[in-house]
């Protein structure tokens, strides 16, 4: 079972993962590319997140989040590493993903022990 197919929108797959697998805890950890994203980081003082936009192709070097109950149902929250062409890196809350290039690997850990792969 593939978690995310490119084009999609990789937050939003996870959400939807975890909403059909009725997840109420788990971790998340991913690896894969994207071909554009956001990510964001939490700017205290005015008390929201900023979005840095990565407009090129990046690799996820690492991914690791959670699921926890919402009041709408499971909720993601993930954070990425992104690598870029030159070398550099942008990393944050993930925010959003502009077309999936690929998660190639997505592993989510249910806190009762199970395992769910997605490869």
Do not use: N
């Not at 998340?28 to 900023?50: L, M, N």
């Not at 070097?61 to 030159?86: N, Q, W």
């Not at 077309?99 to 395992?115: C, K, Y």
């Amino acid at each position: 079972m593939s978690c995310c197919d490119p084009g999609d929108e990789a937050v939003s797959a996870l959400a939807q993962f975890a909403r059909a697998e009725d997840l109420e805890a788990a971790q998340v950890t991913a690896v894969g590319a994207f071909e554009r994203a956001v990510v964001g980081w939490f700017d205290r003082a005015a008390r929201k997140y900023r979005h840095i936009p990565v407009d090129e192709q990046c690799e996820v070097l690492s991914s690791i989040g959670d699921v926890a109950v919402g009041r709408d149902g499971p909720v993601v929250h993930v954070h990425v590493v992104l690598g870029l062409a030159d070398g550099t890196t942008r990393g944050g809350r993930k925010a959003l993903s502009r077309r999936a290039t690929a998660l190639s690997f997505v592993r989510v850990q249910r806190i009762d022990g199970r395992t769910r792969e997605s490869l």
